[in-house]
């Protein structure tokens, strides 16, 4: 309770994950006769009395030894606490120029990066309790940049388009791609699903500033049209057919570990604020 009241949610998000490991030995040999963690609500927001109730479903959890659902809830506790770690609510102090012009776009693209030393420690909850310290290199690969992200604002369309894609070094030939359009906030309901469409793209625009992220939970307020926040966004209040697409792509195979996430999300945002005037 102490690290919720003192907002130490890297203490307590290591603890809940501490454990989790401690009862995963007993997970093995332990048959449920149903996923009860699923059917556990976690809660909005982290609090004194929140984490009180958190504790009294692990305690009826483990005297029924529902040991995997209590490991499950655990982890969970302990994702959410690493979020809360890294979210940051007060805002950006952005600085605005004049927008790019219409149907004018913006590119980014990065080289791709390997790990001397020191790996995932700037990552929390490590970095937070211990610091992190990473030695690496950005490389070419094949003398090319092997990250891009497109952006550019649309006349005659509404909504925003989203569009991932995974393209062939030799050629690049499209090998797979992902595609959303966006009409309302509620579209935008999953951004911190990283197994959703284009979740890293909805990330961004959220950061850059598109809408309250209080907006896209809220049941009412997320059914509204996207086409209002549209238009402050891009500088462009009045102008009802306009939409915004941005398209990020990358040379990369998945999972290869040269940072196709993290370099593709810095060219996501700088092409996105390079496009709307954002400094």
């Known amino acids: 309770y102490q690290a919720v009241d003192e907002e130490k949610f890297h203490i307590l998000g290591r603890t809940f994950m501490v454990l989790s ?9 332990n048959v449920e006769p149903k996923p009860a ?40 506790m302990s994702s959410m606490a690493t979020q809360r770690c890294i979210y940051d609510d007060k805002g950006h102090p952005y600085v605005y120029t004049d927008p790019l012009p219409l149907d004018t776009t913006a590119t980014a693209t990065a080289p791709a990066r390997i790990d001397l030393a020191g790996g995932w420690s700037d990552t929390p909850p490590i970095s ?23 952006c550019r604002v649309v006349k ?5 388009r989203l569009c991932t894609e995974s393209r062939s070094m030799s050629d690049e030939k499209i090998l797979r791609s992902s595609e959303t359009t966006m009409q309302t906030l509620a579209d935008l309901e999953s951004f911190n699903d990283p197994e959703s469409e284009c979740a890293l793209l909805k ?22 049209s996207i086409q209002p926040f549209l238009q402050k966004f891009c ?13 990020s792509s990358s040379l990369l195979p998945t999972g290869s570990g040269m940072g196709s996430s993290s370099i593709l999300a810095g060219c996501v945002i700088a092409c996105i604020a390079k496009c709307i005037g954002i400094v």
């Open 235 to 247: 500088q462009r209040v009045g102008e009802n057919d306009i939409g915004l697409e941005i398209i």
């Open 156 to 160: 005659g369309m509404t909504g925003i």
């Open 128 to 150: 937070f309790e211990y610091g992190g310290a990473v030695a690496c290199l950005a490389v070419l690969v094949d003398g090319n940049r092997p990250l891009r992200a497109q």
């Open 21 to 29: 490991e401690l009862l995963s030995p007993l997970c093995s040999n």
């Open 37 to 76: 963690a699923a059917a556990v609500e976690l809660p909005s927001s982290l609090t004194s009395e929140s984490i009180a109730e958190v504790i009294a479903i692990r305690d009826k959890m483990l005297s029924e030894q529902l040991y995997s659902s209590c490991c499950q809830l655990l982890e969970s």
């Open 203 to 224: 990330c961004a625009l959220i950061w850059l500033g598109l809408c309250p992220v209080d907006y896209i939970q809220d049941d009412d307020r997320k059914m509204q």
